[in-house]
């Protein structure tokens, strides 16, 4: 391959050139190998505590992505005014394409503002108000068993009838696999599990089925998908059916990282966003 002379590699940040490759290069004015990025949002690429939250070395990279005509969602169970606020305060030179928000809502920057996707979402919405109306009148008996027997916050919002955020980790595993046994009784009601948060979804909505639909509408293919998460909500997109280049970061949960080993993913040594961007290298240098 024909390499230009000082110019820096997106893949190893590198000199073109100027040193002995150990990987492949690609010339920067080729087409990305991965034309979807799917990163959920905290604990995948967003860090609270540090400074900057998103790491430039993973803005760098998806920015030079973006350039090469990649496209890039943020896949994330917040709401889109908490996104919002954590990406202002990231302060970030980037913006995704595309967002999925509450593991199910998608959304598209139109150059001014994110737009609903207004058939999947009007689908989204009529599914859940469906399934919800014939939940509802149980979820009553499930507050109480909870509140009988943990410390927990439970509580109704738009996305849900029945909303935890447990004491601990412990308590959480306990009331989820409750969860799990009352939506036995509802074939499309599933648990939506993040740490201490859960909440109930419809089987056919979330991280993995909405990177699908934006795959399909890019008329592309999961093999030029890529998806990285760290928890159990990152679960249904972290499948080789929806993105065939997977990556955690070291500060997912070991299930996470088992399911993504099991699929030939990456496993960074680095935490959050660095992890991340790690993950994307290692799967950009692959021949
Ligand atoms: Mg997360």
């Not at 994330?76 to 967002?99: F, N, V």
């Not at 029945?162 to 036995?184: K, S, T, V, W, Y």
Request: proline letters at 5%; hydrophobic letters at 40%.
């Amino acid at each position: 391959m024909q390499i230009a002379r000082g110019l820096l590699c997106w893949v190893c940040s590198d000199l073109h050139g100027l040193r002995n490759a150990s990987h492949a290069h690609w010339n920067p004015n080729m087409t990305s190998p991965i034309q979807l990025i799917s990163t959920d949002f905290d604990g995948t690429i967003f860090a609270e505590f540090e400074n900057p939250p998103i790491p430039q070395r993973f803005v760098s990279l998806i920015g030079d992505l973006q350039t090469r005509g990649a496209k890039w969602v943020i896949n994330t169970g917040r709401d889109m005014s908490s996104l919002m606020e954590a990406l202002a305060r990231s302060k970030i030179s980037i913006q995704p394409d595309y967002l999925v928000l509450v593991e199910r809502e998608i959304y598209q920057h139109d150059g001014v503002r994110y737009a609903p996707l207004a058939e999947w979402n009007a689908a989204c919405n009529r599914d859940h108000a469906e399934l919800f109306k014939r939940v509802q009148t149980e979820v009553g008996g499930l507050i109480d068993w909870v509140n009988a027997r943990f410390r927990a916050t439970v509580y109704a919002d738009p996305y849900s009838p029945f909303c935890l955020i447990a004491g601990n980790n412990g308590d959480a595993d306990l009331i989820h696999a409750r969860l799990d046994e009352f939506c036995l009784r509802f074939p499309e009601l599933t648990v939506v599990r993040n740490d201490v948060y859960a909440r109930f979804s419809h089987v056919a909505y979330n991280k993995g089925t909405a990177l699908a639909e934006l795959t399909r509408r890019l008329r592309i293919t999961s093999a030029q998908v890529f998806a990285a998460g760290d928890h159990l909500n990152d679960l249904p997109m972290l499948k080789r059916e929806f993105a065939r280049y997977l990556a955690t970061p070291a500060n997912a949960i070991e299930s996470v990282k088992a399911v993504v080993r099991q699929q030939q993913g990456f496993v960074s040594q680095f935490s959050q966003g660095a992890g991340v961007a790690e993950g994307l290298e290692f799967h950009l240098r692959q021949p």
